[in-house]
């Protein structure tokens, strides 16, 4: 499938006009020979003809283990080029969008976007989220927008409300709308059980990120560091690939920092439990790093 012919049915669903995305949709699959896009397509064609949003692909995801996202958590995801409001250079390496070549996830990531569009939407988040509470066992840890962002106030909103709710919800994200959560600061509490960390690669001018740095929730700052096609995935737990990445950080900021290994949940232990240290108190103020992927 084409990256422009994914980004129609995008554009379409970003400015809610879901006819428009389901012709964007049966074009994209005149001549698509790939059995999974036609699989998956339908069932996202289904959906957006339900005006009650029944979902059909998966809103909260449980994390199998595989691939960069770790064993043990749960996450949400939203397709990012419409809900990333402070998104700036970050466009031009954003990871998330390399898996839009797997149709499921494709998919799964415009359902929920159209989720969060509607009432009707949110209440299958809220129904999603009341059916993990029943099953659990005790608390999880929660990645909220593995993929996309807080696309507006209501959106700061509606998660805050929900995770005030449900506290077993050990929730922490990783954020460049900082417009959008300063405006829900003004106005509310913030949940006890959620953490921040400052995206870079935004667009906002420091006064902008001095204020969202002093917000309770914020943790620190999350970054990527260019060295593009200098370090792969494969590569993350060499010392070379620290020690580079770790040099060109103190030269870019004068600071030291603690570097992502690429998994969430694998990289620190505590009494013998895998934590994240994005998600965690003891990592306040420290800058966590990564290579472009």
């Known amino acids: 499938m084409k990256i422009q012919t994914l980004a129609n049915i995008t ?17 994209a699959l005149i001549g698509e020979h790939g059995a999974h896009w036609h699989r998956d397509f339908k069932k996202l064609k289904t959906f957006l003809l339900d005006d009650n949003r029944a979902p059909l692909f998966t809103i909260i995801r449980k994390e199998s283990g595989e691939g960069k996202l770790g064993k043990g ?17 970050c ?52 990645r909220l927008y593995v993929d ?32 959008e959560l300063l405006g829900y600061d003004a106005a509310h509490n913030w949940p006890a059980n959620y953490l921040l960390n400052l995206s870079e690669g935004h667009k906002h001018n420091q006064s902008i990120v001095d204020l969202v740095s002093a917000l309770p929730i914020c943790r620190g700052s999350f970054g990527a560091i260019l060295t593009i096609g200098k370090h792969k995935p494969t590569q993350w737990k060499t010392s070379a ?20 290994g690429g998994r969430c949940g694998a ?24 290579a472009v992927h």
């Not at 990333?84 to 250079?89: E, N, R, S, Y």
């Not at 009494?271 to 965690?280: E, R, S, T, V, Y």
Request: glycine share 8%.
């Open 241 to 260: 690939y620290r020690k580079d990445i770790l040099a060109q950080h103190k030269a870019k900021t004068g600071r030291k920092a603690f570097v992502c």
């Open 73 to 89: 958590f749960l996450s949400f995801s939203v397709l990012p080029d419409i809900t990333c409001p402070g998104a700036g250079d």
């Open 267 to 290: 990289c620190i232990t505590r009494q013998g439990i895998n934590m994240h240290a994005c998600g965690d108190r003891q990592f306040d103020n420290v800058d966590i790093i990564i």
């Open 148 to 179: 996309g962002d807080f696309s507006s106030g209501g959106d700061v909103a509606f998660w805050m409300t929900l995770l005030k709710e449900n506290a077993w919800l050990q929730t922490y994200g990783y954020s460049k709308s900082f417009l």
């Open 91 to 142: 466009l031009q390496y954003c990871y998330s969008f390399k898996a839009h070549r797997y149709p499921a996830a494709y998919s799964r990531r415009a359902q929920n976007t159209v989720l969060m569009q509607t009432k009707a939407g949110r209440a299958q988040i809220i129904a999603a989220i009341d059916h993990l509470a029943s099953k659990r066992t005790g608390n999880i840890d929660f």
């Open 11 to 27: 554009q379409a669903i970003g400015s809610q006009d879901y006819k428009k995305a389901i012709m964007a949709i049966d074009s």
